[in-house]
C-alpha cells in the first residue's frame, strides 16, 4: 500500500468508527493497555504541560467504582434513591472488563490557559477511544452526573484543580457484532463556515 492510499485507509477507517457501547468480553492485555495509555499522550498538548492522568479499573476495582458511583448519586440527590436508580449507577461499573477514568489536571499558574490544558487532557480520552479500536478492542467515553461528586473525586484522587472528563470502558466487541451506522445526513451541514475563495 502507498503511502497515500494508506493515508486514505486511515481517515476511511476514523471515519467508518462507531462506539462500542457496552464493550463486555475481555479486557486489553496489560501490554496492549500500556499500548493504548501511551498513545493517549500523544494529544495535541501546549506548552508540554502533560496535564492528563488516568487511573484504570480493573478487577475489583470495578467494586470501588461501583461503591463511589451509588455513594455520589446519595450525595447528588439525597439518600432516598430508589432501587432501580442505585442498581442503575451501580451497573455503570460492570459494563466493560476495564474503564479508565479520565482526569484533567491543568495547572493555573501555567501561561498555557487552563481551558486548553483541559482540552488536551479531552483529547486524551478520544485518543484512547482510537487507540483501542485500532488494536481491535471496543471502546467508548461515557459520563455520568455523579463525575464531581466527593466519592467520585475521592475514588480517582483528585485534587483542587483536577476535573474528571469521564472514562473510557474498554473491552472486547461480542463476536458478530454488527457495526453501528453512522448518523444519516451531511455531518457538515450548518457546521461550517467558509472564508475566502
Ligand atoms: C465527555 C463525554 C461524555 C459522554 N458520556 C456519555 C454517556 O454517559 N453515555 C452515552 O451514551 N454516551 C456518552 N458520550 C458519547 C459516546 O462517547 C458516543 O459518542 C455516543 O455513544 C455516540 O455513539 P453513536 O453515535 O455511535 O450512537 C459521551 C461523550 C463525551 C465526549
Redesign the pocket.
Known amino acids: 500500500m502507498s503511502g497515500p492510499e494508506r493515508g486514505t485507509a486511515f481517515v476511511e477507517r476514523l471515519t467508518a468508527r462507531?462506539?462500542v457501547?457496552d464493550p463486555g468480553g475481555a479486557a486489553p492485555s496489560p501490554a496492549d493497555l500500556e499500548r493504548i495509555l501511551a498513545a493517549a499522550t500523544t494529544v495535541p498538548d501546549h506548552g508540554r504541560l502533560r496535564p492528563w492522568r488516568f487511573v484504570v479499573v480493573e478487577g475489583a476495582g470495578r467494586d470501588r467504582l461501583a461503591r463511589a458511583l451509588v455513594a455520589g448519586l446519595t450525595e447528588l440527590r439525597g439518600p432516598d434513591q430508589s432501587g432501580a436508580a442505585v442498581a442503575k449507577m451501580d451497573k455503570k461499573a460492570y459494563a466493560a472488563p476495564c474503564a479508565v477514568l479520565v482526569v484533567a489536571s491543568p495547572d493555573p499558574g501555567a501561561s498555557v490557559a487552563v481551558w486548553e490544558q483541559v482540552a488536551s487532557a479531552?483529547c486524551t480520552?478520544?485518543a484512547l477511544?482510537l487507540a483501542a479500536t485500532g488494536l481491535g478492542y471496543g471502546a467508548?467515553?461515557?459520563?455520568?452526573a455523579v463525575l464531581g461528586t466527593g466519592p467520585v473525586r475521592e475514588l480517582a484522587g483528585c485534587g483542587p484543580d483536577e476535573q474528571l472528563?469521564?472514562w473510557?470502558y474498554l473491552g472486547t466487541p461480542p463476536a458478530g457484532r454488527t457495526a453501528?451506522?453512522?448518523?444519516a445526513g451531511d455531518p457538515l451541514e450548518g457546521r461550517v463556515t467558509r472564508l475566502g475563495g
Open positions: 462507531r462506539p457501547p479531552a480520552a478520544y477511544v467508548v467515553w461515557k459520563s455520568a472528563l469521564g473510557v453501528r451506522r453512522a448518523p
